[in-house]
């Protein structure tokens, strides 16, 4: 039996054939101490309601919400890949100015 307030799964895809475009960034990052701290970086649709979503940046190894964005379904779906290949070029070039910082002063970044 499902627990109250929840979907089952054919319901959920039904109501939600639009997602955020699967896109993933693996980054290696550092803590303050300069250990490395590898990120999972991806955009995640998360219903609200039968007419509301979120869109959410997360870290997929540690859960940590960096961001979110709500929708609505399904006037706003393009805006929702819009958004997620937005932000996640954004950080893309970020973190490959950053990379190249630290290699400039002679720092190499771990793998995540």
Known sequence: MACPGTIP???YQAAWPWS???DVHCLALANQAGAPRPCQLSAVLVPVE???ASVM???NRTRTV???QYMERPEHADSANR???DV???IRSVYEKEVETARSQGQEPSNG
């Open 66 to 68: 960096y961001g979110q």
């Open 9 to 11: 799964e054919e319901r």
């Open 83 to 85: 958004l997620t290949a």
């Open 88 to 90: 996640m070029a954004a």
């Open 50 to 52: 039968q007419v509301r």
């Open 57 to 59: 940046f997360v870290d």
């Open 20 to 22: 955020p475009a699967a």
